[in-house]
């Protein structure tokens, strides 16, 4: 854990410094204070986050040979943007109010509209100007990528992977929305959308794109790396990020307790609990999930279900078994010793989170 904690404030600190530098450069296209406020917002927005992506897409460049390269840092930051934008269109198709302790983006501008008196729907204000503002963050995370300064044939051997990595993260937010769409879920297709959804853009494609800037070219032994360590690690993420949004602390997730019941949240660990509950208890999960109104007695409910159905013994059984497959093919793997430390401490990092 040492490792990973030095490992990863070095990484964010660097993380922290470009990204900087790169919205330091786009200020003075955002001088008319009509425009201001859409920089004022991605800063703050930008502020927070567990850099993880840039972590997995540096140490995968290390581990394929890479050496100290400033480019690599603008390269991977850029993954902290398509995060950043992706979270804000999240939050619009969840109605969800908070984000990292403070307002999500929407209620950020529809606050603004409210405020300002201005004509028209406060809250169809604030959904577009978030929309506008992932857009923003979206294109950003393209030009960063691109301009990172790294070697031409590093990028054109990666650009492909970065390319169907945006793809792959736009049809996960998809059958999200598709999941709590048709209601009732199984356990594969709720494992399916942690994949597609968190698990690949989390960890396996970060890894890959560190991965093949650093080797030019993409090898069978970094497909395999990527999918035996870097698909498990990912859905293990994504797994503990369920648990979190049900039994997770407000003070340190930054959300509301509870809130993915609010939202319906169709996850494994839901999956989980259904398929173990009694009849009654289906109706139970029913009757509750999802309802936006949902209070403390609510969430109590529903997570001393998740409990008693073994739904939640379950997702961290299975966090620990797919951590364990993916720490014996990091074993197996031809890679540089220093990075197979740094992405085993990553990987505990990453799943036994607790924000």
Known sequence: MTTSAASLDHIRTEVDRVLREFLDRQRPHFEDPHLAVLLSAAEDFLAGGKRLRPAFCHWGWRAAGGG???GLHFAAASLELLQASALI??????????????????RRFERMHADAGWHGSARQFGEGSAVLLGNLLLVWSGEMWRGSGLDPRAIAAAQPLHDYMLTELMCGQYLDLLEQAQGESTFDSALRVALYKSGKYSVEQPLRL???????ARHPWIDRLCVQYGQRVGIAFQLRDDILGVFGDPAETGKPAGDDLREGKRT????????GATPAQQDVVRTLLGDPGLDADGVASLRTLIEETGALTDCEDMIKRYLDEAMHALEQAPIEEDARAALAALAVAATSRRT
């Open 268 to 275: 494994v660990l839901i999956a989980r609990a259904l398929a």
């Open 210 to 216: 560190g991965l093949v800037l650093a080797a030019r």
């Open 68 to 70: 100290d390269e400033p």
């Open 89 to 106: 269109h999240d939050d619009v198709m969840d109605a969800s109010d908070v984000r990292r302790g403070m307002p999500s983006a929407h």
